[in-house]
């Protein structure tokens, strides 16, 4: 029964799907270069994070945490617009190479600042240089991947790679958080952590080398040769501005930008209230340490959830228009945030891993709908204003937070405004859009066929 059952699921079209996915020589490498990559970023993130947040010298205020997170997402928004435009010009896989190589010494120079017990200024600069410089490696990957992956077959790959590499990037800081639990989170603890970062960026540089350096685009047309580099930088802002204009016609991308947009600053609200509530409300005696290993137990049910999403949306957006999967998914997220105002721990457990689901469900459709209806010469600037918009906004709902919530974490009213928030942003988004293309799987042309007919 059992083999029958295993037999009847490598035969299902998920399984087809991913095989063929998996079977492309180029994904495969790209995959293992953002694979190494992230287990890198789930690294620093457990040795940046633990020093800053659960250090058992500091208790994070609202405005402290809303700074800290600030350093480490506004990077992914300042540079992202930027990215973009060379994206859309230099060899992506030069992009890939150079990036990691870079990232890897200043995160060394990090491990340095960490181990010296130094928390100000000179850390936070080396950590937004190297954030700012992993922007053109996470915004490169996206840009690529139509280049490894024909376009029937984007949801799933789309699936697969940011969601494995999602849970890579748990997994790290998983064993990142327990590294530095078992040595008693020290500061020589954390260094060793955030130096470990600095060795998968290092490999994974080595990785992207493996490459041609054509592979990965952009396509240059004949008739649009590639501008020399003084007048792209010269360009910058034109080239994101008509990133903008061309993606204002396109209401597809436009509405799913919109979607993550929503999404995320709620998101950012409910973790910085988790933050604070893990280290000032639940364990505030004074042991960062317990409080950071409970925290943890969030981050891995979220990954859960990150996970399942993967398995989750090939199949159910062969059934329904990824817009109605985007709406549910947020609408979903509303219902769910209402736990919250129980406040304890095993509600924010649920909450972390519904969260992580549906986020991830929700990027996964977004990034599908962006690559299928975007020309590849806009390409690359569509990625960085999603990720602008990703990064951006969680920022900004942390520092919403900031001002209202208490030092403790504990707020009603914003726990009402999360729940009233994904609800508004679902309705939003499910408003019908005039001049919208059909769903995909209705029975009429698919999203990426009427965006090359109406760019032809």
Not at 110 to 136: D, E, H, I, K, M
Not at 150 to 159: I, Q
Request: with cysteine.
């Amino acid at each position: 029964m059992a083999l029958r059952a295993v037999s009847r699921l490598s035969r299902s079209p998920a399984a087809l799907d991913l095989r063929s996915v998996l079977a492309e020589r180029g994904f495969r490498r790209l995959f293992a270069t953002r694979l190494i990559s992230q287990a890198g970023d789930g690294a620093y993130t457990a040795g940046f994070g633990a020093y800053v947040f659960f250090s058992a010298t500091t208790y994070p205020n609202p405005a402290a945490a809303a700074s800290a997170f600030a350093v480490l997402y506004l990077p992914y928004s300042l540079i992202g617009p930027f990215a973009g435009v060379f994206i859309d010009r230099w060899s992506r896989r030069q992009i890939l190479l150079v990036s990691a190589l870079v990232r890897a010494g200043l995160v060394a120079l990090t491990a340095l600042l960490v181990l010296s017990g130094q928390l100000g200024v000179p850390l936070y600069v080396s950590a937004l240089a190297a954030l700012g410089v992993n922007r053109f490696f996470l915004a490169s990957l996206s840009a690529a991947l139509p280049h490894v992956v024909p376009e029937d077959k984007l949801v799933m790959a789309n699936s697969v790679a940011p969601t494995v590499g999602g849970i890579v990037t748990s997994i790290a800081g998983i064993i990142g958080v327990g590294l530095r639990l078992l040595l008693g989170g020290g500061h020589g603890s954390a260094a060793v952590i955030v130096l470990a970062a600095g060795v998968c960026y290092l490999l994974a540089g080595l990785t992207a080398a493996t490459m041609r350096r054509d592979l990965l685009g952009p396509a240059q047309q004949a008739d649009r040769p590639a501008e020399p580099l003084s007048r792209a930088l010269r360009e910058v802002a034109r080239g994101l501005a008509a990133g903008v204009a061309y993606l204002t016609r396109r209401r597809g991308p436009a509405a799913a930008i919109g979607a993550i947009g929503g999404y995320r600053i709620l998101y950012g609200i409910a973790f910085l209230m988790s933050i604070l509530l893990y280290r000032n409300y639940f364990y505030p005696a004074g042991n960062g340490n317990a409080a950071l290993g409970h925290f943890t137990l969030v981050v891995v049910v979220s990954a859960v959830g990150y996970g399942l999403a993967a398995v989750v949306t090939p199949p159910v957006t062969r059934r329904l228009a990824k817009e109605t999967w985007i709406a549910l998914l947020l609408a979903c997220s509303g219902a769910v945030a209402v736990a919250g105002a129980t406040f304890n721990q095993v509600s924010f457990l649920i909450i972390g891993f519904v969260l992580g689901l549906t986020g991830q469900g929700i990027a996964i459709s977004a990034t599908t709908i962006i690559q299928e209806q975007t020309d590849d010469a806009y390409r690359g600037r569509a990625f960085a204003l999603y990720d602008m918009m990703f990064n951006g906004v969680f920022v900004i709902g942390a520092i919403i937070a900031a001002a209202f919530i208490p030092v403790d974490g504990k707020s009603y009213p914003l726990i009402a405004a999360i729940a009233i928030g994904y609800l508004l942003v679902a309705a939003a988004y499910a408003l019908p859009r005039p001049g919208s293309s059909p769903a995909a799987g209705d029975g009429t042309d698919s999203p990426s066929a009427s965006a090359q007919r109406s760019s032809s």
